[in-house]
């Protein structure tokens, strides 16, 4: 699970840095894991029984999700803004065999300055990416653009209502975005939305407490 922005350290306010490679290396090499390991369960679940093909992971993070993907047959490019998360993702594809590894790309890339192709991917997926609003509004649009014919589009992201949460988020609302935020964005005539909702789930929170969150969640399909 990748973030495009700090949960904790005292840089998690200053929206100028935390958007940074410097930022997420620090943050990375900060330890040896920084997420689970497993694949995001929206991801799972809208991907499983689709015909694999070419797929963008957007903010792959540790890469949990490009390697459960290309391990399924897809073709994956996976693109983060840390290269420590990158160069640790590329060595966890490895041990997940050679067959694996192959169908993946990785991509140091900053999302800011990112010009997609258009209508490239079978499936375009972006799990828990926060910018600022215009940026975010941005990024959807390019997100959307290179989703092809019959391919899926997976947007996910931390609901604002976690903000009432022990997981501590930063206190930074502008950086959250509801599902029906990111579907407004897309052209009703050129995208079936097959779900725009906000969805609980169990976790915990840092201090291992148990917690009910809520993920934002827009699944579309390209007409």
């Known amino acids: 699970m990748t973030h495009q ?55 792959c993070g540790e890469g949990a999700d490009a390697i459960w993907l290309a391990a399924a ?9 840390s290269a420590v998360a990158l160069e640790r993702a590329a060595r ?11 169908r993946i790309t990785w991509q140091r890339t900053d999302l800011l300055t990112w010009e997609p192709g258009e209508e490239q991917y079978d499936l375009v997926s972006a799990q828990f990416i926060h910018l600022p ?36 988020r930063p206190r930074l609302p502008e950086l959250m975005f509801t599902a029906e935020d990111a579907a407004v964005r897309l052209d009703q005539d050129e995208w079936k939305v097959v779900a725009a909702d906000s969805r609980s789930r169990e976790t915990v929170d840092p201090d291992g407490q148990p917690v009910t969150i809520s993920d934002a969640v827009l699944h579309a399909v390209r007409r």
Do not use: C
């Open 5 to 59: 922005h700090g949960h904790h350290g005292q840089h998690a306010h200053d929206e100028q840095i935390v958007y940074t490679q410097e930022f997420w290396d620090e943050r990375y090499r900060s330890a040896d894991r920084i997420w689970s390991g497993n694949p995001n369960p929206h991801l799972v679940t809208t991907v499983t029984g689709l015909t694999p093909g070419t797929a963008l992971d957007v903010g």
């Open 73 to 81: 047959g897809w073709q994956v490019t996976a693109f983060d803004v």
């Open 92 to 102: 966890q594809a490895v041990e997940a065999g050679t067959e694996t590894a192959d």
């Open 133 to 168: 609003q215009a940026e975010l509004a941005k990024l959807h649009r390019q997100l959307a653009a290179a989703v092809r014919p019959g391919g899926t589009l997976l947007i996910v992201g931390h609901h604002p209502s976690d903000l009432e949460t022990s997981m501590g």
